[in-house]
């Protein structure tokens, strides 16, 4: 009962102060409620708890107090470190078969903490770009000289204003790294790679064949750039327009839902209750405010768990305070993060169980899910109404520069909840397919000028890629596809049905707008 008038209390706070991110949002460990609110970092740290729920949950479960999940092993992941080399599976198909379009979304890559832990110094960074700091990249400092010259591309306000390199010797709170911008440098690298042979986009692209968006913070932007010039190295920025996306949802102008928020608050709430029944959990926050001489709500409003996870990142050891500082003073311990982590898996596993989240997710992607059918089918009829070779003016080339609290949401709309939690620089790749004609090395059927039938144009096909890896068949829409009796690919269609009506079968609807507004009366 007191748990729960606590929580009215902290909802009715935090709903005056959303604009602002206040400090009883980051208490309750919350997702953003309206679109504009800022990544929340807390999610950054069940990234590096859920790890591969999966694959972990059969050896954790059952031990839950007694052996905490390897905080180092999923921290690593999370952080994801380039310093070697990847496996990625984008560009891969059956022979013969043409790649019409490739939409991407990104998290954007290593980050300065948006928190800092009260009392404590905060992580010593430097945030300029020089390739004789480690990690480095090859394009590193063509990047920098290119970005240079950005004055000459076309920014949507209000990005023209935005820095387009990370340039302060003592890091900024949320500013990309180093590290950030060679994780991306290397992801379009990688897919650069994955597509040259596929002929995706010609050095004489036009400008509406590449489609770039981003939100207005310094480190999408930079990421999403950073990402272009690996792909596209040395790219024409007359030819570049850089659109802005208000919401972290990229919902453009279909961010209105009721119902969505409804949801979300839902989710907070069995969050909130899951959390203050962790009684591991509670004594570890007391333990380290003790340490640290500040209250217990203090410390967990600094949402520690993101700094804590910069100075993994960033080979940091944890912070350390003194006596004379008003608490018991010593250092935070590894034992204390790994108790924050273990509770994340926790709250990952139970957000699965109750399905509000993948709830929420359904009404927060529809808009951008919707988006990448469109042009998906955009791109197929202009290729087979046979304008240009490559659907010339249509968007081949999509780029979302975004952050979790967007690919999370993506991941459970499209029904892979199992996956990993975006770490930095996290990537998911959506690529249209074209099979061959079916006509193909048989003698020409006599068949009327101006005839094209449908048989003859070859089928369309989805994948669906997450950090390098194909998960088409793991998405909702094609879990249950007989890979063996048809096609090795996903028909498009299936996403499209998906898209258009299946998946407000999660929320009892058949559409956007009655899920979020209601049944029409
Ligand atoms: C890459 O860096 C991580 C984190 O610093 C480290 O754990 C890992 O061993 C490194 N891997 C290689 C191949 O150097
Ligand atoms: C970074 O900032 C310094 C000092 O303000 C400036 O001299 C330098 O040109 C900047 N570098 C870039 C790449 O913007
Ligand atoms: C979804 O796409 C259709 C076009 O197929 C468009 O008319 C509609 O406005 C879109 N809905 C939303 C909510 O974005
Ligand atoms: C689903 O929607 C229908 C029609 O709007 C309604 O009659 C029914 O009660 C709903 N079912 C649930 C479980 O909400």
Redesign the pocket.
Known sequence: MLARNRFLLLVVVGGAALAIISLSLQFLNLIPITPILEERPFQAADGVVGGNLGKSRKRVFPVLQTQEPDPMAGASDYCNTPNRSEQAWEGHSPADYKLLSVQVMIRHGDRYPIYSIPKTKRPTIDC??SSSRKPSHPLLNSF?SH??QGGRGHWEAPLSSVPR?P?HSACEMGELTQTGVVQHLRNGQVLQQAYRRHNLLPSSWSPPQVWVETTGKSRTLQSGLAFLYGLLPEFDWTKLTVRHQWSTLFCGSACDCPARNRYLEEEQRRQYRLRVSDTELERTYVEMARTLGMLTRQLRAANPIDSLLCHLCHGISFPCVSTGNGGTGGCLTMAQFAVIRRQQFDDEVDRKRVGLYRKYAILAMYPYLNRTANKMERVARANEAGRQPRAGGEEVFTLSSAHDVTVAPLLSALGLEDSRFPRFAARVVFELWKSPPATQGQPKKKAGKGERSKAKDGELFLRVLYNGEDVTFHTTFCRSHDRHAGHPLCPLKNFLSYVRRDMFKVVNATSYQEACYGPPV
């Open positions: 300029t770009l920098i970005m240079g390199l340039n």
